[in-house]
């Protein structure tokens, strides 16, 4: 699809069927996120002064999974269904996929503990948005969430101290 037809179907769902996501698209969906795109390792979202600190984390009914961009491969983290946990809108706790997104506050040591969330709150909304537009392209739904007990989550993720959650989106296919 040109990117301004998916610009024009751009929106935020609240509404998903129980139709899952395979495991094609979804691996789609994390190159479009966060890939790699060019030979240096550089990725489809820009980020701050060309360190990486942002983990995508994928939470479906099977468990939670991290994407691992340099191999382009899902990385098994937990075994139990943690959908609830990501969000405070009953939708989270039934759509296919939301993804978490997790910042590495110790790769941001030079910055004020305040201006470390603020960049890796941009970064994220960038993934965030490449997310949109693939959903735009592909008819899957999808919204970007701030509404998240991100401390709760932390520990529902076993993140290590210095690690925290930013935001949160959801994706799946729309109600019919
Ligand atoms: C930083 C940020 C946080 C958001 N948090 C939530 C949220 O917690 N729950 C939600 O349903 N939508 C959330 N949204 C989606 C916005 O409500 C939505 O983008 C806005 O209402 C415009 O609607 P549209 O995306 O359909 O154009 C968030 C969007 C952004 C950019």
Same mark, same amino acid.
């Given at each position: 699809?040109?990117?301004?037809?998916?610009?024009?179907?751009?929106?935020?769902?609240?509404?998903?069927?129980?139709?899952?996501?395979?495991?094609?698209?979804?691996?789609?969906?994390?190159?479009?996120?966060?890939?790699?795109?060019?030979?240096?390792? =550089?990725?489809?979202?820009?980020?701050?002064?060309? &360190?990486?600190?942002?983990?995508?984390?994928?939470?479906?009914?099977?468990?939670?999974?991290?994407?691992?961009?340099?191999?382009?491969?899902?990385?098994?983290?937990?075994?139990?269904? &943690?959908?609830?946990?990501?969000?405070?809108?009953?939708?989270?706790? @039934?759509?296919?996929?939301?993804?978490?997104?997790?910042?590495?506050? =110790?790769?941001?040591?030079?910055?004020?503990?305040? =201006?470390?969330?603020?960049?890796?709150?941009?970064?994220?909304?960038?993934?965030?948005?490449?997310?949109?537009?693939?959903?735009?392209?592909?008819?899957?739904?999808?919204?970007?969430?701030?509404?998240?007990?991100?401390?709760?989550?932390?520990?529902?993720?076993?993140?290590?101290?210095?690690?925290?959650? @930013?935001?949160?989106?959801?994706?799946?296919?729309?109600?019919?």
């Amino acid at each position: 699809m040109p990117l301004m037809a998916a610009l024009k179907l751009r929106r935020s769902t609240r509404e998903y069927s129980d139709h899952q996501l395979s495991l094609q698209t979804l691996s789609d969906m994390l190159w479009a996120a966060c890939g790699v795109n060019r030979r240096g390792g =550089e990725r489809t979202a820009p980020y701050w002064r060309h &360190i990486m600190v942002i983990d995508v984390y994928a939470a479906t009914a099977d468990g939670v999974q991290v994407y691992e961009p340099t191999t382009h491969s899902m990385m098994p983290h937990l075994h139990e269904d &943690i959908r609830a946990q990501t969000g405070l809108q009953d939708f989270v706790a @039934t759509a296919p996929l939301n993804l978490i997104y997790v910042a590495h506050g =110790e790769r941001m040591l030079d910055l004020p503990a305040a =201006e470390r969330r603020l960049y890796a709150s941009v970064d994220a909304g960038f993934i965030g948005q490449n997310v949109y537009l693939f959903c735009a392209a592909r008819g899957l739904a999808t919204v970007f969430r701030g509404a998240v007990d991100t401390v709760n989550l932390a520990q529902t993720l076993k993140l290590p101290e210095e690690q925290f959650v @930013t935001f949160a989106q959801t994706v799946g296919y729309p109600q019919p």
